[in-house]
């Protein structure tokens, strides 16, 4: 089993920057693809971007390309994703998921049902 732990989120002016970051534990996850989602209120759960385990693969949503970077640390277990310029519409929660697959990004990267392990969520709230 696999946990991961999200942290970094706040309150944040729009045009602001924020850094999230998890941790996984349980198991190293240094082979696994790993990512971002976000959740708005009363809206299904989105991709934002993951990374294959060495980051020659890396895959964003058009919502948040130029404005995100993924990036990951093997060796601590964590992956990272700094968003830049933020806005209002980015407001959600930010889940961390790993797909426990061995190098390689699944296909369906961009849909929840290809991840198995989620973190709890960290709350970004943009104000206009």
């Known amino acids: 089993q696999v946990q991961l732990v999200e942290s970094g989120g706040g309150l944040v002016q729009a045009g602001g920057s924020l850094r999230l970051s998890c941790a996984a534990s349980?198991?190293?996850?240094?082979?696994?693809?790993m990512g971002w989602f976000r959740q708005a209120p009363g809206k299904e759960r989105e991709f934002v971007a993951v990374m294959s385990w060495s980051g020659a693969n890396i895959y964003y949503a058009e919502s948040v390309k130029g404005r995100s970077t993924i990036s990951r640390d093997n060796a601590k277990n964590m992956v990272y994703l700094q968003m830049n310029n933020l806005k209002p519409d980015d407001t959600a929660v930010y889940y961390c998921a790993v797909q426990n697959a061995e190098f390689y990004i699944r296909p369906e990267y961009y849909t929840p049902s290809s991840y198995d392990y989620w973190g709890q969520g960290t709350q970004v709230t943009v104000s206009s």
């Open positions: 349980g198991r190293t996850v240094s082979s696994c693809p």
